[in-house]
Nanobody, 123 residues
Framework: QVQLVESGGGLVQAGASLRLSCAAS????????MGWFRQAPGKERVFVAG????????HYAISVKGRFTISRDNAKNTVDLQMNSLKPEDTAVYYC????????????????WGQGTQVTVSS
């Protein structure tokens, strides 16, 4: 069992940066692939970024590649999402996730979900 708690969301202007953090508790955090999803109002929840259990591999949605960076610290049981050059279309609730496999982008591939943190980007 893994519990995930996100923080760092807020309201920013277009072009600004924001850093989301996810604190994990429970067993064997370092054995899980981690990731971030987001859900905009009226839209489906979609994959944003993922990172392997050892932090050596990452993958991103095309819409955020080059602007967002995912990282993890297994000693601290945390995973972060650095978001630069934010756009109004990045507005969404962002969810931290954990699952057994790296490289997957489907919602059903991740077993554990945080409660989400709101990111709002104004134009």
């Amino acid at each position: 069992q893994v519990q995930l708690v996100e923080s760092g969301g807020g309201l920013v202007q277009a072009g600004a940066s924001l850093r989301l953090s996810c604190a994990a508790s429970g067993r064997a955090f370092s054995s899980y692939a981690m990731g971030w999803f987001r859900q905009a109002p009226g839209k489906e929840r979609v994959f944003v970024a993922g990172i392997s259990w050892d932090g050596k591999s990452t993958h991103y949605a095309i819409s955020v590649k080059g602007r967002f960076t995912i990282s993890r610290d297994n000693a601290k049981n945390t995973v972060d999402l650095q978001m630069n050059s934010l756009k109004p279309e990045d507005t969404a609730v962002y969810y931290c996730v954990a699952g057994p496999r790296y490289g997957v982008i489907l919602v059903r591939s991740y077993e554990y979900w945080g409660q989400g943190t709101q990111v709002t980007v104004s134009s």
